[in-house]
């Protein structure tokens, strides 16, 4: 594989990996830009942008840019984050010139037609419904609020359906001149592509990318608290959040080590004693999200009401035994997991060039697999170790808690954490 960077005047940066044993190739533009960069009055604007891009040009109608991309056998589609917005493309190798041609069309001439986005919300709003009544996904964003309150960062990506009504063409025509700039953009694309050739269609089709840097988001503060809101479900449905650590923080690796030892797996200790030895729930399991300036260390279980208690109490002290008793054989098992993940990513062309793609935003460079893997490696046991006990101590918990009545006490015991931040 063979991994070529080329930095254009405007600041946008254009990155592929030619992957020689490949037919296909992915290809995107991904932005520096998501929901954490909007202000009050514009909330959910990142993701209707999103939506709004495949709704038209001045040179394709809705109808003609998805028959365009599929014609060829490719597909199109896009994502908004908290700290990047995504708009990617797969397509054999001779069609790499149209998709690049329709993702530069769809970002630099959007028509913002009033009656699609009149539609448009209606579909958005009938997403903020979807997840009103998904409650396995809903406690996340009470979860993410609740951790970063009153901040961008703690918001729902979708908006509320009143901040969707609010947004019409002059607003979504100023957000896309003031984020969508060079500085922060990237093109990347991976499989069967050609880098001189992709650099010559980006610099053609992308000459509209230009302006200064966006600004720098609200800086983001972890807050923790409790939210609960009682509902006539089946199961309750429990998260938990601590204080992680940013995307360049050199114990990054260390923390996401203790992450998967502890719920990363079916190996991992909670899914083990939770559900394995106490049968306390069908789903456990941990996360963490770096961004820029913070990370958001998370735990999610599903039980009865009636076993939250023990349940909550269980993680409790597994976090704690985690962070000082993890094993060589436990650290050893997750560093393969890694390992292997980041391998695997390598097959495939779209998850490639999205590595890429965040490794330019993050790192300003991409990072060889022999680096990332030597990263992986350093984690020892006490490294390990050391990043849980951090992190127990760095924040008081977030907790969320959505289902039938009798949460506070599951909670109560999730906030039982704090006194290791004291």
Not at 58 to 75: F, H, K, W
Not at 334 to 343: D, E, N, T, V, Y
Not at 397 to 420: D, F, M, Q, T
């Amino acid at each position: 594989m063979t991994v070529e960077v080329s930095r254009l005047p405007s600041g946008l940066i254009v990155v592929t990996d030619d992957m020689p044993h490949l037919e296909t190739a992915s290809l995107g533009v991904w932005v520096n830009c998501g929901s954490r960069h909007e202000r009050s009055d514009e909330h959910g604007i990142s993701h209707f942008l999103e939506h709004m891009a495949f709704k038209g040009t001045r040179n394709r109608t809705a109808r003609q840019i998805a028959e365009e991309i599929e014609a060829v056998g490719g597909d199109l589609n896009a994502a908004t984050g908290v700290e990047v917005t995504a708009y990617y493309a797969r397509m054999l190798r001779d069609d790499v010139p149209l998709a690049l041609e329709v993702l530069a069309d769809i970002l630099s001439n959007p028509r913002f037609d009033d009656d699609e986005i009149a539609r448009e919300k209606n579909v958005i709003i009938q997403e903020i419904g979807a997840l009103e009544d998904t409650p396995d996904d809903l406690v996340f964003d009470f979860l993410q609020a609740t951790a970063y309150a009153n901040q961008p960062v703690g918001r729902s990506i979708l908006g509320t359906p009143a901040t969707v009504r609010a947004v019409d063409a002059p607003m979504l025509r100023d957000y896309l001149g003031r984020n969508y700039r060079g500085p922060g953009t990237v093109v990347a694309a991976a499989g069967a592509v050609d880098h001189a050739a992709v650099l010559r269609d980006v610099e053609r089709l992308f000459d509209g990318f230009s302006g200064p840097a966006r600004g720098r988001p609200e800086p983001a503060r972890f807050r923790g608290g409790v939210h609960i809101e009682g509902r006539d479900l089946e199961q309750a449905h429990l998260a938990l959040a601590l204080e992680g650590v940013p995307q360049r923080d050199p114990t990054l690796y260390s923390l996401q080590v203790f992450t998967n030892v502890l719920g990363g797996g079916m190996s991992s200790r909670l899914f083990q004693e939770v559900r394995e030895t106490r049968g306390l729930c069908y789903s456990i399991y941990c996360f963490h999200s770096p961004y820029a300036d913070t990370g958001l260390f998370g735990l999610y279980a599903g039980t009865d009401a009636a076993d939250a208690q023990e349940l909550m109490r269980v993680v409790v002290d597994e976090m704690e035994a985690a962070a000082e008793q993890l094993t060589e054989a436990e650290v050893n098992r997750a560093k393969a997991q890694m390992k292997s993940g980041l391998l695997m990513a390598l097959e495939s062309s779209g998850a490639r060039a999205e590595q890429l793609a965040r490794q330019m935003i993050i790192h300003d460079r991409v990072m060889s697999i022999d680096e990332i893997v030597a990263r992986v490696d350093a984690v020892t046991v006490e490294s390990a170790r050391a990043a849980g006990r951090s992190l127990l101590a760095r924040s008081r918990p977030a907790v969320a808690a959505l289902g039938p009545g009798g949460l506070e006490s599951a909670a109560a015991i999730a906030e039982s954490l704090a006194l290791k931040a004291a």
